[in-house]
């Protein structure tokens, strides 16, 4: 799935370099499974009010895009441990990334800025979390 993600970033960045669909930093945050062709069968939508089984998905709303798509984090709840870029996991480890711009770090600084060239988009992990996730964690239920 994660290989999946990553492809349809590429195809979204280079629409966005091609067209005038804006900047990269436009779609910083986006739900990357919009991009794909059809919803796989294990993501739930937005995770308010959800509890996540092992092997399901669910995107975190956290803020709107300026074409006010929704924007946040994409959540998945691991079923067994996984090894992704020489990172080992534990069973029961939730795991979560943002899409962010990608891009070369001219100035060696860290940290995108005027001086660095944006080269696409892509997933990047961010705070992974050691337990299942419980119904209400990332919100209310929607009533």
Do not use: H
């Not at 895009?65 to 994409?74: A, F, I, M, V």
Request: proline share 4%.
């Amino acid at each position: 799935m994660l290989n999946q993600l990553r492809a349809a970033l590429v195809v979204k960045a280079a629409e966005v370099r091609l067209s005038n669909e804006g900047q990269y930093a436009n779609w910083v945050g986006i739900n990357p499974m919009a991009l794909l062709g059809s919803e796989p069968r294990d993501y739930l939508g937005e995770c308010a009010g959800r509890a996540l089984r092992p092997g399901q998905w669910c995107f975190k709303v956290s803020g709107r895009s300026e074409w006010d798509k929704p924007t946040g984090t994409l959540i998945f709840q691991l079923g067994g441990p996984i090894t992704e870029k020489q990172q080992n996991t534990t069973r029961n480890q939730v795991l979560m990334w943002q899409v962010v711009v990608e891009y070369t770090d001219r100035n060696s600084n860290d940290r995108m800025d005027s001086k660095d060239l944006q080269t696409g988009l892509k997933l990047n992990r961010v705070g992974d979390r050691n337990e299942t996730l419980k119904p209400n964690e990332f919100g209310e239920a929607n009533q």
